[in-house]
């Protein structure tokens, strides 16, 4: 069965660039199309999608106010904002109204694939691309999806190296200040990952800050 999903961007162009990349795609099904707000929701109501991925800025209804909407009437339907470099505070934005994702525009085709099965799959994605600005901002928000979640727990090295991929170290740095190879910490962030259920660096941090493993200065 594959995820259906709905796009929503005023720019056509980003819209057909976007069609094309799908449809290659046997398990993600684009099912329909919007140019704003409005129209966004029209379709949500008629299609039910799984998932909808909407620009931030658009005319007549932005995505902030169409993700409140959404998430109020189709609790079901899962957000991925779309967003350019300088959206930092509308991310946060999108994110407190119900938002389980965001994406930059140009991202990789790989990046956007996972992050629609990793928000059907009701976990949360965090571009690639995250800047430490944005993670700070997400740090002071009042956005938490951790608060209801189980706990994992986390040996002491791993606690270490979360600490330090906090500091922005690479595994290269994290396996030298260890005495570890980089393939031994490797394993260790794939197990973190899969521990706090995120899928990159930025999502460690994230996940992090706001379950108290690690505090920005």
Same mark, same amino acid.
């Given at each position: 069965?594959?995820?259906?999903?709905?796009?929503?961007?005023?720019?056509?162009?980003?819209?057909?660039?976007?069609?094309?990349?799908?449809?290659?795609?046997?398990?993600?099904?684009?099912?329909?199309?919007?140019?704003?707000?409005?129209?966004?929701?029209?379709?949500?109501?008629?299609?039910?999608?799984?998932?909808?991925?909407?620009?931030?800025?658009?005319?007549?209804?932005?995505?902030?106010?169409?993700?409140?909407?959404?998430?109020?009437?189709?609790?079901?339907?899962?957000?991925?904002?779309?967003?350019? =470099?300088?959206?930092?505070?509308?991310?946060?934005?999108?994110?407190?109204?119900?938002?389980?994702?965001?994406?930059?525009?140009?991202?990789?085709?790989?990046?956007?694939?996972?992050?629609?099965?990793?928000?059907?799959?009701?976990? =949360?994605?965090?571009?690639?691309?995250?800047?430490?600005?944005?993670?700070?901002?997400?740090?002071?928000?009042? =956005?938490?999806?951790?608060?209801?979640?189980?706990?994992?727990? =986390?040996?002491?090295?791993?606690?270490?190296?979360?600490?330090?991929?906090?500091?922005?170290?690479?595994?290269?740095?994290?396996?030298?200040?260890?005495?570890?190879?980089?393939?031994?910490?490797?394993?260790?962030?794939?197990?973190?990952?899969?521990?706090?259920?995120?899928?990159?660096?930025?999502?460690?941090?994230?996940?992090?800050?706001?379950?108290?493993?690690?505090?920005?200065?």
């Amino acid at each position: 069965m594959s995820i259906r999903i709905v796009i929503a961007d005023d720019h056509e162009i980003f819209r057909d660039g976007f069609r094309v990349m799908l449809k290659k795609q046997t398990d993600i099904e684009l099912v329909g199309e919007a140019c704003d707000g409005n129209e966004l929701l029209e379709i949500t109501e008629a299609m039910k999608p799984d998932v909808v991925l909407t620009d931030i800025k658009m005319p007549i209804l932005n995505g902030i106010e169409a993700a409140r909407i959404i998430k109020k009437k189709y609790p079901s339907v899962k957000i991925i904002a779309l967003s350019m =470099f300088d959206d930092d505070n509308l991310i946060i934005d999108m994110l407190e109204s119900g938002a389980k994702g965001y994406l930059l525009k140009n991202t990789s085709k790989s990046e956007i694939i996972d992050a629609i099965n990793m928000v059907y799959n009701d976990q =949360f994605y965090y571009c690639r691309s995250t800047s430490q600005k944005l993670i700070e901002l997400m740090a002071q928000s009042n =956005f938490n999806p951790y608060k209801e979640t189980p706990k994992p727990e =986390f040996s002491a090295r791993e606690l270490e190296i979360i600490v330090l991929i906090c500091q922005q170290a690479t595994t290269k740095e994290i396996a030298s200040k260890l005495f570890l190879s980089i393939r031994t910490i490797e394993g260790y962030r794939e197990k973190i990952q899969e521990k706090m259920s995120v899928k990159n660096a930025a999502g460690i941090v994230v996940y992090a800050i706001k379950n108290g493993i690690f505090r920005i200065r």
